[in-house]
């Protein structure tokens, strides 16, 4: 095979891998930039990485394009005179002051945004997040400024992607769907159910190593370690299915550990959570039975009795 050919199959191994993470990490078909996402905050991020990528795109133009145009204008083959002077104060003033105006406006920018992120006061409704090899746990700890008693659950991937992965399983990862969409590897047995037009704010802390709690949707992600409690905040703005996963390489099943928010309107929420509430109450005790009354029980002994001195008789 000749050199090309290797170059052109890197290349296409290079692409391919890129789409590929770029689709695992939030599986939406040919999708190249990161999300918008459905929330309240969402938005900045995304603004601030097109903010960014327009500024890289710039530099690069007038970089390589400057370059480009030095080493085939200016080259030796046509006659070209190297200049004898090494420093021009003018420009190097002006090539240092731009970079610094840029980085000025970005962290101005980004500061911003990790205020308004931060901030998770107002918050109507609380739940605990815990990163566990390889599952999370959800738990309710309050909503609408009332506490939320015994309501909480694992959620880890589900039984059909769980099969399907095992070596030699013989199952079609392409058959692993949910309403017509491919979910292998990116469903759960029970996902987190939360109510729209809600600010939520999730404290996120790990029972074992670091974990990274990612759902490209909401517009974050944050550790969640062991020890050290977290806090983010969210609020959704359109019902729907928002699927994610640990983003952080903690053990061998790291793969196997997806995250799915379901969002749903405010009614049928609260029509969950009280079935939950309603399911997590203990039942009461039977109630023994009552004994016989004397006179039945004795009955029958009686009537024993009886019948050898009827059949001594005959």
Avoid at 6 to 14: D, E, N, P, S
Avoid at 32 to 50: A, D, H, I, K
Avoid at 264 to 271: C, G, L, S
């Amino acid at each position: 095979m000749t050199s090309g050919g290797i170059r052109i199959k890197a290349w296409v191994a290079t692409i391919c891998a890129l789409f590929a993470g770029a689709a695992w990490s939030n599986p939406e078909p040919g999708q190249l930039n990161m999300t918008r996402g459905v929330t309240e905050w969402s938005s900045e991020p995304y603004f601030l990485n097109n903010v960014a990528l327009g500024v890289c795109v710039v530099i690069g133009i007038v970089v390589f394009g400057a370059m480009f145009v030095a080493m085939f204008r200016f080259r030796k083959s046509r006659g070209a005179v190297a200049e004898k002077w090494s420093h021009n104060t003018t420009l190097e003033v002006v090539w240092t002051t731009i970079p610094v105006l840029i980085l000025i406006v970005l962290a101005y920018l980004a500061t911003g945004g990790l205020k308004t992120f931060a901030d998770t006061t107002g918050s109507q409704m609380t739940v605990k997040i815990t990163g566990y090899q390889w599952k999370w746990r959800y738990d309710y700890v309050d909503y609408q400024g009332k506490p939320v008693e015994k309501v909480g659950f694992m959620s880890k991937l589900d039984r059909e992607s769980d099969e399907t992965r095992q070596l030699k399983s013989g199952l079609d990862p392409n058959a692993v769907k949910v309403d017509g969409y491919n979910t292998y590897l990116i469903n759960v047995d029970e996902p987190l159910v939360v109510p729209v037009g809600t600010k939520i704010r999730f404290v996120i802390t790990a029972g074992d190593v670091i974990h990274s709690w990612w759902v490209p949707a909401l517009g974050w992600k944050i550790d969640a370690i062991p020890g050290i409690v977290n806090a983010a905040w969210t609020n959704i703005k359109e019902p729907g299915v928002y699927r994610g996963q640990c983003a952080e390489l903690c053990g061998q099943d790291h793969g196997f550990m997806p995250i799915v928010v379901k969002a749903v309107p405010k009614a049928e929420f609260e029509q969950w959570l009280a079935q939950k509430q309603q399911a997590a109450q203990p039942q009461p005790a039977a109630q023994p039975a009552a004994p016989a009354p004397a006179s039945s029980a004795a009955a029958p002994s009686t009537a024993q009795a009886a019948a050898p001195a009827n059949s001594h008789q005959g």
